[in-house]
């Protein structure tokens, strides 16, 4: 799809810029109260930087952008951002709710949630976040966990692994930690591969 739109608009005279076209998003899964900029998503929307996503307490949504797949459970909100005057994203800001996201490799992003920012690589999360804490899981891959300083210090935690790693990042610090071990919580192996296949990608957890 996208040779064929770059060969049309290169003959048309018109050449588009590489990352638009790497950034462009499609919608796999859509049901129930989803928004975008406020108004009702449909499946023909092409999401990209800037755009703030909404699912209200039925709302369900599932798409592919720029080689990233997110799902979004219902009552979240997710704003995708990016740099001044650039096109691809750099950062997927969870404002509220959970979501379940796998990413490609050879980029660098941040997905920012109300008590931790997570620096991805490749690799698969599953984040759930409230004003006072945030539960990250990461499903396969590596981050970084930097929790989020509010007069105090910040605390860091690198994660590799192959099979599931969560974490607890507190708002206020908890017996003197703001990262704690937490256990595997309310999503499946089968939904983050799942993901991977809406990318063109192969099951993280097969053996």
Known sequence: MTDRRQF?????????????????????????????????ATRAMRLGAGDSIFTGRDGRIAFVI??????????????????????????????QGAL??????????????RTVTIGIRGTGVYV??????TYACTCFGAT?????ADGAMMESVAMVTGNHGARRIYRDPRMGMRVALAGFERHTNEEMAALEKLAGRDNPFRS
């Open 8 to 40: 049309l608009a290169t003959a048309a005279g018109v050449l588009l810029p590489l990352p638009v076209l790497a950034q462009e998003a499609m919608i796999h899964e859509l049901s129930g109260e989803v928004r975008v900029n406020g108004q009702p």
């Open 144 to 148: 970084e966990l930097k929790s989020t």
């Open 100 to 113: 379940g996201a796998t990413f490609a490799r050879g980029r660098d992003r941040d997905l920012v949630a």
């Open 66 to 95: 720029g080689g990233d797949a997110v799902f979004m459970r219902p009552g979240s909100e997710l704003r995708l951002e990016s740099r001044a005057r650039e096109v691809l994203i750099r950062a997927f800001r969870l404002v």
């Open 128 to 133: 759930e976040t409230r004003a006072e804490e």
